[in-house]
């Protein structure tokens, strides 16, 4: 079995920077696509931003400039930095990771349990 955990997440002036890991752990072969997600109160799921295993990324126009995505391969790790947060950015943000467990396997969707990132004043 497979399991994303995530940190990083608290409370920040605007203006101010974090940055969020999520690892996964457990049988795996291989990671595809790494995906940042965020939902706040009353509002949809939104893709904020995603790497590909060749390190290809794109990125929410609300974050682009902001956000910056990367990924440790040997770590089975993605990272997102966040600067010049606004009070708009305060989300649980989620991981998401498609994974091989086994050679021969199919790709198979994981989450993580979500980080709070709060900003405000």
């Known amino acids: 079995q497979v399991q994303l955990v995530e940190s990083g997440g608290g409370v920040v002036q605007p203006g101010g920077s974090l940055r969020l890991s999520c690892a996964a752990s457990?049988?795996?072969?291989?990671?595809?696509?790494m995906v940042w997600y965020r939902q706040a109160p009353g509002k949809q799921r939104e893709l904020v931003a995603t790497?590909?295993?060749?390190?290809?990324?794109d990125y929410a126009d609300s974050v682009k400039g902001r956000f910056t995505i990367s990924r440790d391969n040997a770590k089975h790790t993605a990272y997102l930095q966040m600067d010049n947060l606004k009070p708009e950015d305060t989300a649980v943000y989620y991981c998401?990771?498609?994974?091989?467990?086994?050679?021969?396997?199919?790709?198979?969707?994981?989450w993580g349990q979500g980080t709070q990132v709060t900003v405000s004043s």
């Open positions: 790497i590909a295993s060749g390190g290809s990324t």
């Open positions: 457990g049988t795996i072969f291989s990671i595809n696509a």
């Open positions: 998401n990771f498609i994974i091989k467990g086994t050679m021969g396997w199919g790709w198979e969707s994981y």
